[in-house]
């Protein structure tokens, strides 16, 4: 009776391991297969769990915005001051809103869903005519923020009926769908990628001064062979110089650049100004200048 137990006790244990390592191997294919589906389908690239608090912590957030249209180096930049507006709740219809990448792009999983945005006053810049309004129609606001990232973005979408341009041969904000995107950080996340920046940036510049060390002293030295050494030391430190530039993490904003938008969240201050022709479901864009945040809630920044 006992061989007979211990071979019904075996037989289980098998049938127990091998189911086991079939969950195992269907959950391993399953993660293989994933990696080759394409990556706007819900679940591929999966949704923060905090989307909807971090929503709620922006929403009723007002800002005073100043437009930078045109790219340095690339003919004059004339700024669109004083324009402000406020994040609002709820989506209104798709005919008094405009279209958002997120919400109505490829990955709407991504998206808090699209809100309204009120404005509070319409955006100016002086011309030979003087003051100029620019009439910035049907805004809309969506938070997009991916899993497992201390950072998202909020999208700002406005519709502009007619082209404005400064002065003839200037830059153009051109009529048709205008965004806004700022870029969105958690408190604890964006600490903790300070300070791996700041560690980053101690060691490149231990290197730079190694190099220059090094260099010194192989126009200093005498010794073919030291010499040698010397240069062999510069260009080891140059090729660490050369792989830690890779992870310096110029995205990570200081403190100085960033405002709080939320008990937990920060937003960064500078943001760009690009438009969409056509669908969102290509990358392509154009980048039309930069927007700075000068104040929130009615405080400066």
Known sequence: MLVLFCIAVTMTSNKLTTVALLLFSCQQQLNVAQAFLPSWLPGVVPTSP?????????????????????????????????????????????????????????????SSGPHRISTLTEGSYISMDGAQVVPLMRGAWELIW?????????????????????????????????????????KNGLEDEQKIKKNVEAKYKQCENEVEDQLKKYNEESNLLKKAMHFR??????????????????????????????????????????AKMGSFQSNTHTLLGSAVVRSSDGMPV
């Open 233 to 274: 030391n510069a260009v080891q430190a140059d090729v660490d110089k050369d792989n830690l530039s890779a992870h310096l993490r110029e995205d990570v904003p200081n403190n100085d650049d960033v405002m709080e938008i939320g008990p937990c969240l920060q937003l960064v201050k500078t943001g760009t100004i690009w």
């Open 146 to 186: 991916r899993a497992d990232s201390q950072c998202g973005f909020l999208i700002c979408g406005f519709n502009l009926e007619r082209d404005v341009r400064r002065n003839e041969n200037g830059a153009v904000l051109p009529k048709g769908n205008i965004y806004v995107t700022f870029p969105v950080w958690t």
């Open 50 to 110: 905090d989307l909807n608090q971090y929503t709620a912590e922006v929403t009723s957030s007002t800002f005073d915005c100043r437009l930078n249209i045109g790219l340095p180096g690339h003919g004059a930049v004339f700024p669109i001051n004083d324009f402000q507006f406020r994040l609002c709740r709820g989506a209104g219809t798709d005919e008094e809103r405009v279209a958002l990448p997120g919400s109505d792009g490829p990955r709407p999983h991504l």
